[in-house]
């Protein structure tokens, strides 16, 4: 049987590797995890709130240790690996406060002496996630899915895996129930034989436009639900009334957080021509000025990226838009050191066609076009197969919202990087997938929307 190896991005040593389970093991873990549903789906929302209170301390309690099982399993820089465990706490206490409302039966008027809709759990949600955020991802998706009264299996990244066990574990601490979520270690080549399961009712997958595309492909063979949040390649529009030091401050942690491997993060930045030159400059000397070094060193503000083939995928996007007359404004050279290591790198005069322009760039590497006017800044954001996010940087906020309208993504900021908040709905449109995640809109994803009726 084979092994998932984890390995520090940072120093490419090995930190330790864990036994795949079969599928004979894994159909067994899902057996479990629906007899739990059986149980599960009658508790009280304040009885599963009080679950969720504890998984929140213990998340909190262990923060230092999680975080730094997190930089060390995929770079992240360890400053935001705490706060990511903080965000993981926030999560499970907003909806232990508001599944219960969320889902309350809405009566509806009709002739019916009694008519309302109910909001009722479906049972084992198996959930792909990535490796990016492999907490916070997790927790996204299982805080809702189970004070919806759903359970709930994992498929995580190869790579974190020690963060997947340590999540499972901590769920066992809160004192779920045997089968309430469950880590399964598993090759992606076997998720086929997951989704097929009988007790698997639905799936959720964070994650590329291919493995997308192949999951939800399966699912929908065996009319299973899914909710997908894929790749984005995220427009800003610069406008010419724009603080270039602020403008320039949101593009530069924009492109660099999470060592730029977000999906939401800032990547291509269309900015109008009447100060184009001026945020190049400023642009450079703050991308330039962002220290590059080990992750769990305090004043690093970006680290390597997850791996070392990510990184040489990276490269190629990079030396392939330079080729079709992409100007190197800066970086663009792998560093002679150990580790998935990639310089903060600008890439300017971009246009459709180009691939720093079409294909999502997973690292620090930002992309700058030059638009005439407003409108070409928006034609511009919108031709892309992507829609995830996309934002507006402005003095103007009227006329920020008014372009923010217009933008086709699934979120759309104004003078400020997206983000997820769970109180907002999250997601994307085009190939960046469908479905949402977070708020009251994302806890129903994943019920059974259910008319009552009674003369």
Known sequence: ???????????????????????????????????????????????????????????????????????????????????EIEKCALVCRYYADHASSMLANKTVNTEASKSYVTFQPLGVILAVMPWNFPFYQVIRFAAPSLMAGNVGVLKHASNVQGCAYAIEEAFEKAGFPAGCFSNLNLSSDSVESVIKNKHIVAVTLTGSEPAGRSVAAIAGKNLKKTVMELGGSDAYIVLDDADLEKATDLATFGRLQNNGQTCIAAKRFI?????????????????????????????????PLARIDLRDDLHEQVTKTITQGGRLVLGGTIPDRKGAYYPATILADLKPGMTGFDEELFGPVASVIKAKDEQEAINLANHSNFGLGSGVITSNKERGEAIALQLEAGNSFVNKLVASDPRMPFGGIKNSGYGRELSGYGIREFVNTKSIWIN
């Open 1 to 83: 049987m084979s092994k998932s190896i984890s390995i520090n991005p940072a120093n490419e040593e090995k930190i330790a590797e864990y036994q795949r389970i079969s599928l004979d093991e894994a159909e067994q873990k899902i057996n479990i995890a629906h007899a739990a549903f059986k149980t599960w789906r009658s508790w009280s929302f304040k009885k599963r709130a009080t679950l969720f209170k504890n998984l929140a301390s213990i998340l909190e309690e262990n923060k230092e240790e999680y975080a730094q099982l997190m930089t060390a399993e995929m770079g992240k820089i360890i400053g935001q690996s705490r706060k």
């Open 271 to 303: 900015v109008l021509e009447a100060i184009y030159d001026a945020f190049l400059e400023r642009y450079k000397t703050k991308m330039a000025a962002a220290m590059m070094g080990e992750p769990t060193d305090d004043a690093t503000y970006y680290g």
